[in-house]
């Protein structure tokens, strides 16, 4: 999966052209389930994600209106048309899941979800969740 990510970012680079985006509904949204902005958590987090007027699938995948989430992680929300980048404030999920328990350490953080495609590129119109902040007390 790290290969095919790279090779994409790669052409992408290359051709100095943002990657094609693949359509959502008008009425999708993602949210977090059980956080809300400006809530003190202890850590590790539980973040838990929401989504409607979409389905979840695995990376790869081509299914319409179908994609799959990441936790962005202290981090501006990624450009439009661009493969979102993977490292430890852009976690991805491509198995489809809907949940995770992050590690934070103590003080200040902003969470956003953004939902992707099979490629890891954020659906046109953009389906992201408000951006919130959680403090993690010690």
């Known amino acids: 999966m790290r290969l095919r990510l790279l090779a994409a970012a790669a052409v ?3 051709s100095g052209f943002a990657a094609a985006q693949t359509a959502s509904p008008p009425n999708a949204r ?9 809530q003190h958590v202890k850590s590790p987090v539980l973040v838990q994600f929401g989504l409607s007027g979409m389905g979840v699938a695995p990376a790869g995948s081509t299914n319409a209106n179908t994609g799959h989430h990441h936790l962005i992680i202290d981090a501006d ?9 993977m490292d430890e404030k852009h976690r991805h999920f491509g198995g489809g899941q809907t949940e995770i328990s992050v590690p934070l350490m ?15 590129i954020p659906h046109n119109p953009a389906v992201v969740s408000e951006k919130i902040s959680v403090t993690v007390d010690p």
Do not use: E, R, S, W
């Not at 993602?30 to 400006?38: Q, R, S, T, W």
């Not at 929300?77 to 979102?84: D, S, V, Y």
């Open 77 to 85: 929300t990624p450009p439009a048309g661009m493969p979102i980048a």
């Open 12 to 14: 992408v680079l290359v």
């Open 106 to 120: 103590p003080g200040n953080h902003t969470l956003q979800l953004v939902l992707a495609d099979g490629g890891h």
């Open 30 to 38: 993602v949210y977090f389930i059980n956080l809300k902005n400006g």
